[in-house]
C-alpha cells in the first residue's frame, strides 16, 4: 500500500489504529438511553406488586434506579390485560421516575400469570399482536421498558418460541431506546435467541430447598446461567426482601415483619427455621454482583422491606454507590481519560510516519504516558497482557488467570462478534482494590501490527517491530481477540 492509500484508509478508520495500543473493544462509559438515571451504570431494580401500589412509600424507593410494576398478563388473542393494575396512579409514578431519576417499567407475566404465553410465542400472529399491544401500552404509560416473567416455558418449543416472542418485542422497543428484560429461575434453559434479544436477564436467584437463598446458592444459579452463555454485564442477580421456612414453604414473612418481630444481627439470616438474607448477606450479595461486573441487583419485592435504619435497600445502596462502588466507575473513567491521552499522541504519531512510526511511539512514550494518568488520578494504571510486546505489560500469573477466564466466557457467548466481558474488581495480596477491564481487536487494521507475519504485517513493519521489540509475542492475533487488560489500582486506604 502506499503512503497516499494508507493515509487515506487512516483517515477513513483512524479509531481503530487505537488497538495498536490495545485501546479498543472496551466500552468505558456505558450508554444508558434518553431516559437514563444519574445513579450510575449498576442498576437497583425493583419490584412493585399491584396489591401493594397504595401503600408505596417514594422517599423510601429512591435509591433504586429502576422501578417494575407488577403485572400485567398476555391474552389468549395476543393482547395485553391490565386490569391487575386499574389501582395503579400511572401520574404519581411518573412524578417519582422524574423527581427521583428512574426508569419505569412493566412487567408482564409472573406466576399464576403466564397462562396465555405458551400459545402467544409459538404463533407467529399472535407474537405481531402482542408486541403491537405492548408498543401501545409503552406510549401511553410513557415506560422506559418491558420485562417478561414467563413462569415458565414447559417444553422445547416454548422455549424456542420464548425468543421469537422477545424479537418481536425487540423489534418494536430497541428504536424507541426501550429496553426489554427477562426474569428466569436458575433452573431454567434460555435459548441462544432469548439471551441475545434480552437487554439484561434478571436472575431468580433464591426459593431454592432448604435455606432458600444463600450466598452459595446464588452462585450456582449464576454459573448454570453463566454456562448457557448469558454474560456478566446482562445479568442482574435477583435477592429477596423476604424469609421463607425451611419446611413450611407457604410461610413467607416480609423482611420487615422479620426485623421488627426478632431484630436479628446484622450476620444472621435464619430465626425459628425462616431463612432470609440480613444486612451482612445482602451487603455481600451486592458486592459479589459489582465487583463481577454483572448489571445490578434485582429485589422482589419493594414493600417488604423494613423502615428507617433497618432497610435493606438501604444497605445495597451503600454498598453499590459508596467508596467501594464507585472504584468501578472511578476505573472506567481513568482508563478512558488514558485512552483519549494515548489516541490522540498515537494519531499525531501515524499520519507523520505510518505503522512503522507508530511502533516508535509505543516504544519511547506509551508506557510514561500512560503512568502521569495514573499518577494524575492517584492511582497505578498499566496495560496488561499474556502476550506482551514491550515485558513490562506481562500480565502476572493472576493476571493471566483472569485473561484466560474473560477468552473462555467470548468463546462461551453467543454473540457474533464476541462481546468483550465486562470489567471486575478483585483485590490484591496488599489487599488494594484493583479494575480491570477486557482489551479486544476491533478493527482489521489492528492485525497490520498484531496479526500474522507475512500476511497482515508487512515486511518493513515486522523489521521495525524486531529492532524495538526482540522478544516480541504480540502477533498472530486475530480480530475480536482479548489483547489484554486494563489495570487501575487503587492506594489501600481509599
Not at 435477592?239 to 421488627?260: A, L, M, Q, S
Request: with cysteine; charged share 20%.
Amino acid at each position: 500500500m502506499d503512503r497516499m492509500s494508507w493515509l487515506g484508509a487512516w483517515r477513513a478508520a483512524s479509531v481503530g489504529w487505537f488497538c495498536l495500543l490495545g485501546l479498543v473493544g472496551m466500552d468505558l462509559m456505558q450508554a444508558e438511553g434518553p431516559t437514563a438515571s444519574n445513579k450510575g451504570p449498576f442498576r437497583i431494580v425493583g419490584y412493585l406488586p399491584d396489591y401493594r401500589v397504595a401503600g408505596f412509600d417514594a422517599k423510601a424507593s429512591a435509591a433504586l434506579t429502576d422501578l417494575i410494576v407488577f403485572s400485567s398478563e398476555p391474552t389468549a388473542e395476543g393482547g395485553l390485560d391490565l386490569s391487575r393494575l386499574k389501582g395503579v396512579s400511572w401520574a404519581e409514578l411518573q412524578a417519582f421516575k422524574k423527581g427521583e431519576h428512574v426508569r419505569l417499567h412493566l412487567a408482564v407475566g409472573g406466576w399464576g400469570r403466564s397462562r396465555h404465553f405458551g400459545k402467544v410465542s409459538t404463533t407467529l400472529a399472535l407474537r405481531v399482536a402482542f408486541a403491537q399491544a405492548i408498543e401501545k401500552a409503552c406510549a401511553e404509560l410513557q415506560l422506559d421498558g418491558i420485562d417478561l416473567d414467563w413462569e415458565h416455558p414447559s417444553n422445547p418449543a416454548e422455549e424456542e418460541g420464548y425468543g421469537l416472542l422477545m424479537s418481536e418485542l425487540r423489534a418494536v422497543l430497541a428504536p424507541r431506546g426501550l429496553t426489554l428484560s427477562v426474569t428466569v429461575a436458575g433452573w431454567q434453559k434460555l435459548t441462544p435467541r432469548l439471551i441475545q434479544t434480552a437487554d439484561f436477564v434478571q436472575l431468580m436467584a433464591y426459593d431454592q430447598p432448604g435455606a432458600h437463598s444463600t450466598l452459595e446458592g446464588a452462585l450456582a444459579d449464576v454459573g448454570k446461567l453463566r454456562a448457557m452463555g448469558v454474560p456478566r454485564a446482562k445479568l442482574v442477580l435477583g435477592v429477596p426482601f423476604y424469609g421463607r421456612h425451611r419446611t413450611d414453604r407457604n410461610r413467607t414473612p416480609t423482611y420487615r415483619e422479620i426485623e421488627e418481630r426478632w431484630k436479628p444481627a446484622a450476620g444472621v439470616d435464619e430465626v425459628e427455621g425462616i431463612c432470609f438474607n440480613g444486612p451482612e448477606t445482602m451487603r455481600r450479595k451486592a458486592a459479589y454482583a459489582r465487583d463481577e461486573g454483572m448489571a445490578g441487583v434485582m429485589i422482589w419485592e419493594v414493600g417488604q422491606d423494613a423502615v428507617g435504619e433497618a432497610s435493606l435497600l438501604k444497605v445495597l445502596a451503600a454498598e453499590v454507590g459508596g467508596q467501594a462502588g464507585r472504584r468501578m466507575a472511578e476505573g472506567k473513567k481513568v482508563a478512558g481519560e488514558a485512552f483519549q491521552v494515548l489516541s490522540g499522541q498515537l494519531m499525531g504519531a501515524m499520519a507523520k510516519g505510518g505503522p512503522t512510526h507508530a511502533i516508535d511511539f509505543c516504544s519511547t512514550r506509551a508506557l510514561g504516558l500512560t503512568s502521569a494518568v495514573g499518577s494524575s488520578n492517584r492511582v497505578g494504571l498499566q496495560r496488561v497482557t499474556h502476550a506482551a510486546r514491550n515485558p513490562a505489560n506481562l500480565a502476572n500469573p493472576l493476571e493471566q488467570e483472569l485473561i484466560a477466564r474473560f477468552q473462555a466466557e467470548m468463546r462461551a457467548g453467543t454473540n457474533l462478534p464476541p462481546v468483550p466481558p465486562a470489567p471486575v474488581i478483585r483485590t490484591n495480596a496488599s489487599g488494594a482494590r484493583v479494575f480491570y477491564a477486557p482489551i479486544v481487536l476491533s478493527n482489521p487494521l489492528c492485525l497490520q501490527c498484531h496479526g500474522a507475519p507475512g500476511r497482515e504485517i508487512a515486511s518493513a513493519t515486522a523489521e521495525a517491530i524486531g529492532q524495538k521489540y526482540p522478544q516480541d509475542r504480540a502477533t498472530g492475533f486475530r480480530m475480536g481477540d482479548l489483547r489484554g487488560l486494563w489495570k487501575v489500582e487503587f492506594p489501600v486506604e481509599r
